[in-house]
């Protein structure tokens, strides 16, 4: 297993943000990756797909990043289903249920990220989540075991499933039952276009913010209007005037201003609503006092 040293991570997350870490490899096949999650099992380790939805600290990290490639790289449609490895592209998999006319996957369309990630996260709309697709989904242990686990047995939530954080998703089964073509269309293209209309494409973002809580409250970008940190900037980083759950780099912005535009509206939110906001993204490299002012712990 070839491994890089002090490798910046700007360039390989979306948010182009993010220090360096000290170890990094790109396995391109299921035993590349046995091999080194049992190298990097001590110092620890993370695995990186599109980086959609991590911020990462300017610090960088002391673990060890894997990015997956090579064979893990798949989408493919067999028997009633679509089975894709955790490398691939959530446009790919939305784009080939399109090209296909298989119903169920209009809600992927414009999603970033992989495969991967997408069902660490729980990827998708607010009703619609990519494990409600799901037949399957494969994983390997630290110990470099292959584990099945069905829908059942993730538990799956708005943004969470029930599984090790150091358990690596590799591969999923979804189903897709064919549909008819002229629908299967326009309700890609028209979930297409509404969300790169009403959302924030031409610059580095990791998509939303907050998970929008539960009823009687608000969604998360009317709570960002209301506390009146819509368009609000720091350094390079600005809550975004056309989506304000979104937070762009409007170019050289550093993890800490992202943090502070969170903290304030996490702050103004407690204080107008009575409401703690919770993350939607994920944070690597930042100390318990950072990741409490924006409630990630």
């Not at 380790?45 to 980086?51: A, C, D, H, S, V």
């Not at 989904?137 to 954080?165: F, Q």
């Not at 913010?209 to 998360?220: D, G, I």
């Not at 550093?254 to 535009?261: M, T």
Request: aromatic content about 8%; glycine content about 10%.
């Amino acid at each position: 297993m070839r491994w890089e040293s002090d490798v910046p991570l700007d360039s390989l997350a979306r948010y182009r943000i993010g220090g360096p870490v000290q170890r990094l490899c790109r396995p391109k096949s299921l035993e590349a990756l046995r091999k080194g999650l049992r190298e990097a099992s001590d110092a620890g380790y993370k695995i990186l797909g599109t980086g959609a939805n991590v911020l990462i600290s300017d610090r960088g990290l002391d673990c060890s990043v894997l990015v997956l490639r090579g064979e893990l790289d798949y989408v493919r449609v067999e028997n009633g289903a679509i089975e894709a490895g955790a490398a691939a592209r959530l446009p790919a998999l939305a784009g080939t249920a399109r090209r296909l006319a298989l119903r169920g996957f209009h809600f992927l369309e414009a999603v970033p990220g992989t495969i991967g990630g997408g069902l660490r996260m729980n990827a998708g709309s607010r009703d619609d989540w990519l494990w409600h697709c799901v037949e399957w989904a494969e994983l390997m242990t630290p110990e470099g075991e292959l584990v099945r686990m069905s829908p059942a047995e993730v538990a799956p939530s708005y943004r969470h499933v029930d599984v090790p954080d150091d358990w690596v998703f590799v591969a999923a089964r979804f189903s897709a039952p064919k549909g008819e073509i002229a629908a299967i269309k326009e309700a890609h293209m028209s979930f297409r276009e509404r969300k790169v209309r009403d959302q924030v494409y031409e610059l580095p973002s990791i998509g939303s913010t907050w998970k929008n809580p539960p009823t009687p409250y608000p969604s998360a970008w009317l709570i960002v209007n209301e506390v009146g940190m819509r368009g609000a900037k720091i350094g390079g980083a600005q809550i975004a005037e056309r989506h304000s759950n979104f937070i762009v780099n409007l170019g050289g912005a550093r993890a800490d201003d992202v943090l502070g535009l969170m903290a304030e509206t996490r702050r103004r939110a407690r204080e107008h609503f009575g409401l703690w906001l919770e993350p939607e993204i994920h944070f690597w490299g930042f100390d318990p006092e950072c990741l409490a002012t924006v409630g990630a712990i």
